[in-house]
Nanobody
């Protein structure tokens, strides 16, 4: 079991960048596929990106492809989300999560990202 804890959110102008971090303590961190989701006000939570256990394989939602990069450091039990060219529509609470047997489990508390126009 891992417990994700997100950080790095904040207020940024459109076109700017932020890097989110997710520290997921636990001896088995490297055995989990990790993912990022987000939830904007009044909308359902949506998938953003996922990364394989080794970090060699990544997958992105079309809305962030080419702008966001997911990565991980298994030595630090941490997964990152580098967000560039941010848009106002990227404003949301961003959540880190682990994949267990094909299901997203063990969610963090989220970190708020606000992109001003």
């Amino acid at each position: 079991q891992v417990q994700p804890v997100e950080s790095g959110g904040g207020l940024v102008q459109a076109g700017g960048s932020l890097r989110l971090s997710c520290a997921a303590s636990g001896r088995t961190f490297r055995s989990y596929v990790m993912g990022w989701f987000r939830q904007a006000p009044g909308k359902e939570r949506e998938f953003v990106a996922r990364i394989s256990r080794s970090g060699l394989s990544t997958y992105y939602a079309d809305s962030v492809k080419g702008r966001f990069t997911i990565s991980r450091d298994n030595a630090k039990d941490t997964v990152y989300l580098q967000m560039n060219s941010l848009k106002p529509e990227d404003t949301a609470v961003y959540y880190c999560t682990t994949e267990v047997s094909g299901t997203w489990e063990y969610w963090g508390q989220g970190t708020q990202v606000i992109v001003s126009s």
